[in-house]
């Protein structure tokens, strides 16, 4: 494994992509996106004039383990216009959604004696580290082990319920909600893709193909694409005319990598900010989004949680008020209602 070598070499910088001035739902589908995304009567200050969208960060992870078809479901129950699925390779070349490649933060492996042996030392960006990786488990593997809530003070009752789900599977849970009428978009992350290349895995091929042969657009389901790795970025855009964002590091990792990027670098549909690029300790907001839209690019920003509200904030709402106001074109969070709540009370 070479986390360490690719990604400071590499990785959250920016690509291009065929169309940076289209929305998502242009490209990925206009039936769906209007379902999704409705207008606004009064225009919000985004780039296109239309209501930000509320994303649920690993669905509404604040009230179930992330990934897991519960989080899914509520998120979609609540009206997120998109969930986001994080995408990671099995040993045996299939796409599952998890954050991270170790899996002790998220699942219930460490409880698997069969699997003791499995453990071991890594690199990556932030230095070494002792886990269970994924790209040493085999799908079938994967399906024994249950999803865990990771974070202190969130609900722990429904540790060791759920499946870990395949791309193909959170798909299918998009797919049956456009069925019964309601359309939520896929807001998909690809984690480590370098690493993955480099074990033989061709993620955009992987992705393009699953997502082909489930139909998403014929089904109107909008897609974003989002990763830090701009070398996934380029590749994926030239194979797939979906809209594509580019995250970026905050502070103090940026400098930590010497990966401090300018907008005016950055070619993509749009950029996936961290929010302190936006707001101020201080309650105020930057000129991050007004510099963004000037150059055509969308913002969306991460993370907004009702259980951490940012500094210089009483509490997420006011945190989210901020966001929107700035012209934000979408914010991922672990608590999609109220996102919703708050964007829709004007």
Not at 315 to 332: I, N, P
Request: proline share 5%; hydrophobic share 40%; aromatic share 8%.
């Amino acid at each position: 494994m070479k986390h360490l070598v690719i990604l400071a070499a590499a990785c959250l910088a920016a690509c291009t992509t065929p169309s940076q001035s289209q929305p998502a739902n242009t490209l990925a589908g206009s039936e769906g996106a209007t379902e999704v995304v409705s207008a606004s009567i009064t225009r919000a200050p985004t780039l296109h004039g239309d209501k930000p969208i509320v994303i649920a960060h690993r669905g509404a992870s604040g009230l179930y383990p992330e990934h897991t078809a519960a989080a899914y479901k509520a998120a979609i129950e609540q009206g997120a216009d998109f969930i986001e699925p994080d995408l990671v390779v099995t040993s045996d070349g299939v796409l599952i959604v998890r954050h991270d490649n170790f899996l002790s933060a998220t699942t219930n492996v460490a409880d698997h004696s069969e699997f003791a042996d499995r453990k071991k030392v890594k690199a990556t960006p932030l230095g070494e580290k002792e886990d269970w990786w994924v790209e040493d488990f085999t799908l079938a593997d994967i399906k024994t082990l249950k999803a865990r809530q990771q974070f202190e003070g969130r609900e722990m009752k429904y540790d060791d319920q759920y499946d870990i789900l395949t791309f193909d599977e959170v798909m299918d849970i998009a797919l049956d909600a456009a069925k019964a009428g309601h359309i939520v978009g896929l807001h998909v992350e690809a984690k480590w893709p370098g690493d993955f290349a480099a074990q033989g895995f061709d993620m955009p091929d992987l992705m393009i193909a699953a997502m082909d042969k489930k139909g998403l657009k014929a089904a109107g389901i909008p897609v974003y694409i989002q990763c830090f790795e701009p070398p996934f970025l380029a590749e994926f855009a030239s194979k797939s005319d979906l809209p594509t964002i580019q995250n970026m590091v905050g502070p103090p990792y940026a400098a930590m990598l010497g990966l401090d990027y300018k907008l005016e670098d950055i070619h993509t549909t749009g950029v996936g900010a961290e929010k302190s690029m936006i707001l101020n300790a201080d309650g105020t907001t930057s000129d991050f989004v007004d510099r963004a839209h000037k150059l055509g690019l969308l913002v969306h920003v991460y993370t907004v949680r009702d259980d951490h509200p940012g500094e210089g904030f009483a509490d997420s709402r006011a945190e989210f008020r901020a966001l929107f106001d700035a012209g934000v074109d979408g914010v991922w969070t672990d608590y999609p209602a109220t996102g919703l709540a708050v964007r829709d009370a004007e």
